[in-house]
């Protein structure tokens, strides 16, 4: 049976730590362990009493001692960077990877592509089952409706984002351009919006502020009428879950690049 135990990634961080009670929480699931930047202010904390819960006698560890030898699968919410150094480390022990960390440059898409042709990786700018839903009812919404409805997509994070566009915003971007046929990259709206908006433009809109844990709404803008798809976040044991689920359902799985419609079964 091939080994299932679950590493975590960015232990300490926002989702770091409610991917591992998520982990303690699931039967059946098991915790390999946690790492963290190197000279990072959580190492050697208990692993339990970062996430909030009991103590469980595992410390989290520094990344140059990362517990991939010991894991089956490794979840990763880190940053660009990190996520594909950890794609090529992971790669090369034979461990599955999932990764929700968002902003990726060409570069680390590339260098995921590459480690994904020796392992299963599942790859997301969201976990959850709702934003998977709304990603397949936004291509048909666009598929259905012409340039006549102009394609606007609003995304609202807490004060601590980094990147933006969200993730989250991208694959709704990317599912519109789908639907009408054409690539987003051709068709996304200038970051300077001044002037009258241009016929199949679609356009991103951003706000940061406080803890919203994540907000999506696509809107399509007619003359006569607005249709709007929205997507919010109440909890980011949300995406934990998503994420758990994801790496419980990639081990044993063939070498390739999977996303959660391939988790979910969506197609
Ligand atoms: N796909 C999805 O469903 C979701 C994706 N995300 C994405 O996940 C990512 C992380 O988000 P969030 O948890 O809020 O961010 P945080 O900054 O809270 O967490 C990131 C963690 O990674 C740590 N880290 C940095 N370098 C390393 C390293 N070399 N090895 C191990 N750990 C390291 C950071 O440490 P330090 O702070 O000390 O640098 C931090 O603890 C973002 O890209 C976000 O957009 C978030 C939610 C859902
Ligand atoms: O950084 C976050 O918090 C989130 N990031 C993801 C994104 O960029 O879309 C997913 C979620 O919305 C929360």
């Given at each position: 049976m091939p080994n299932s135990s679950i590493l975590v990634a960015g232990a300490g961080g926002r989702m770091g730590k409610a991917i591992v009670a998520e982990i303690l929480r699931t039967p059946g699931a098991s915790l390999a362990g946690g790492f963290e930047r190197p000279?990072?202010?959580?190492?050697?904390?208990d692993i339990g009493v970062l996430a909030g819960?009991?103590?469980?006698g595992l410390a989290v560890e520094d990344a140059a001692d990362n517990g991939l030898s010991r894991a089956g699968v490794l979840i990763d919410f880190t940053t660009p960077k990190v996520s594909a150094e950890n794609a090529k480390a992971a790669a090369a022990k034979g461990v599955a990877h999932v990764i929700g960390t968002t902003g990726l440059a060409s570069d680390d898409e590339a260098t995921i592509a590459e480690a994904a042709k020796s392992v299963p990786i599942v790859k997301s700018g969201n976990m959850s089952v709702g934003v998977n839903v709304l990603t397949a009812l936004v291509e048909q919404a666009a598929k259905a409706l012409d340039e006549s409805f102009d394609i606007e997509i609003f995304e609202a994070h807490h004060r601590?984002?980094?990147?933006?566009?969200s993730g989250t915003a991208q694959m709704l971007g990317h599912a519109a351009a789908r639907g009408r046929g054409v690539e987003l990259a051709d068709r996304q709206a200038p970051?300077?919006?001044?002037?009258a908006r241009k016929t199949g433009d679609i356009g991103f809109s951003v706000s940061r502020g406080g803890g919203i844990v994540g907000v999506h709404e696509v809107s399509f803008a007619g003359m006569q009428e607005v249709i709007t798809l929205s997507h919010s976040a109440i909890d980011r044991g949300l995406f934990a879950k998503g994420a758990v689920a994801a790496a419980r359902w990639a081990?044993?799985?063939?070498p390739g690049l999977y996303s959660m419609r391939d988790v979910l079964g969506l197609g």
């Open positions: 000279g990072g202010p959580d190492i050697g904390k819960l009991d103590a469980i601590a984002k980094v990147d933006a566009p970051v300077d919006r001044s002037g081990v044993g799985k063939p």
